[in-house]
């Protein structure tokens, strides 16, 4: 920091003007060479992160004789036979509609109860009672683990839908209250305190100005915890029956037997990734905003 | 204060109760809001973590309802002694901890430094580094075992065009640990990068251009204007990035099953712990080293948060 003293800033002066209007526009200093070697970066980058993917998909439309074929990697016929053993044999479309659901009321859920409560927590600055919540994200869930498959066991409620909810819900719930109270630390007064003017009550502003105006947070807060629900494994490991697995236990679930169907395991994985990968495509901003928050306002 | 405007229909008795119900709920709204997570929070996370406290001091053993008794800190010493699986767990968390966490900050600084500046197809780039990220973990794990597989796997097909012998990848007791070390980079360097591209965008122009102008070259502004006023982002993501790497489960569940692996090779504090409860029923030990991991936790966060506030 002691590089730069305020005279080198050079506050107003004619060249400086443009470059305050379009704060990312910027004059080109690069070289060419510099430019070449950013595309090339960005393209292997791409790559590397996509390919791997791309494989699992490859892989999923293929036979098993052709997966252990070499020559076949790019070339082959594709089959959606792999899909039509696990969606149809094995049962996975159960298992799609189990991950939605439990992933689905477990984000409903939480948000019902954390978006008061991180409206509350924003609002009067309760900061140890936030900390409270968000040692949920912290502690390892092996240790819950234990204790409610021991509670849960005892009202013989393992196994149900309603087990898997609430553990969801402890991966949904801090998620939306780390969001909603980044949120609603930006979100001004200004507007809530007309609606008191106008005669509401505290609740009633809340209700009727807050909530339609905190959409976009409770959007952004939304999609990650569906997000988050969907793709967990430890809880419905241990506390889902077989009519409730979940999809990732379902998977895990495949490589038990002694040698490996990779199709048919590309195909599962394909299957769980998919919808996820589609909401991300439509939701990007929102599943930014919602990791990067609280992240650049110190 | 609470000026409430009420219908003018209403009977006054009605009236009344309404408003002392509704005086009552507004002047409680702090607690009101705030009761239900905070009473979810206590049933389901400090009420269970208080029993695991208590089971690691008995012998609880077998089944969740068989007689247990109380034996002090007898498991601790056992646990604390013992050489063969809690140290070498203990080893392997932090190495994986470190390692893959040094490697996605550097890794992910600098896509974020390539992502920074716009350009054509930016959007693109950042679906495709968003994609890892989301991806489900166990079909992640699914996904580089057949990658990693020694004989049909992609990764020794590449080896062997370029006339490098076949590695075991995850079926190696030396090289699984570093393989799925390689994966979690590959799933989570996107979230650093993220994170960082966030605060990137944020920060202002001016002493970078100041510096510039000043004659300062690109390192010498990376070094001594962006990474100090990036420093409390920066920390954000090593945070919520070793949270989540030092609880890593799914993928080495996903990888190598129990007990990590035959030898062990990627048995870290959870899944030790995982494996102790679940397939060994030995709720006792189980649940000394996750206290003793908890604490582990506890400590690399108080550490890190009291960096950021020096920072700050």
Known sequence: ?298 | MAVTTMPPKRKPQQQNAWKAYSDWANNHRKWLFAAPAMIFVAILIIFPLGWTMYLSLTDSSGSVRAESEFIGFANYLEVLSDGERFWPAVARTFIFTSVALLVQMVLGMCIALLLWRPFKGEKWVRVAILLPLVATPVAVGMMWRLIFDPNIGFANQMLGLLGIPAQPWLSGQHTALPTVIFIDIWQWTPMVVIILLAGLTSLSEEPDEAARIDGANAWQRFRFITVPLLMPTIIVAVLLRSIDALKTFDLLYATKGRGGGSFHEVETLNIYAYGLSFDYNDYGLSSTVLILFFLIIIAAMWVLTRRRKDVQ
Not at chain 1, 21 to 47: D, G, M, N
Not at chain 1, 152 to 179: E, K, Q, R
């Open chain 1, 1 to 298: 920091m002691s590089v730069v003293t305020p005279k080198m800033l050079r506050p107003g002066s004619g060249t400086d003007a443009p470059a305050a209007v379009t704060p990312r526009r910027r004059k080109p200093f690069r070289s060419r060479a510099y430019k070449v070697f950013r595309v090339v970066a960005l393209v292997v980058i791409v790559a590397a992160f996509l390919a791997p993917l791309a494989w699992m998909l490859l892989a999923s439309l293929k036979t098993n004789v052709d997966i252990y074929d070499a020559s076949k990697t790019l070339i082959f016929t594709p089959t959606t036979a792999n899909y039509e053993t696990v969606l149809g044999r094995n049962n996975y479309f159960s298992f799609v509609i189990n991950s939605f659901w439990v992933a689905f009321a477990s984000t409903v859920l939480s948000l019902i109860i954390g978006v008061p409560a991180a409206y509350s927590m924003s609002r009067f600055a309760m900061r140890r009672s936030a900390l409270v919540v968000l040692m949920a994200r912290i502690i390892p869930g092996v240790s819950l683990l234990v204790p409610w498959y021991y509670v849960f066991s005892n009202l013989s409620l393992v196994g149900g839908y309603g087990v898997l909810i609430l553990s969801h819900m402890f991966v949904a719930l801090p998620l939306i209250v780390y969001i909603m109270m980044s949120y609603y630390d930006s979100m001004p007064l200004e507007l809530e305190e007309a609606a008191r003017v106008d005669g509401l009550t505290h609740i009633g502003a809340f209700l009727k100005v807050t909530l339609p105006l905190s959409v976009g947070g409770i959007a952004t807060a939304s999609i990650l915890a569906f997000i988050f629900s969907w793709n967990n494994f430890m809880f419905a490991l241990v506390l889902s029956g077989a009519d409730t697995k979940t999809l990732p236990v379902a998977i895990f679930n495949f490589v038990a037997y002694a040698s490996i169907d990779w199709g048919g395991l590309m195909a599962a994985s394909v299957v769980v990734t998919i919808p996820i990968m589609v909401i991300a495509l439509f939701t990007q901003k929102y599943i930014v905003s919602g990791l990067t928050a609280g992240a650049t306002k110190g």
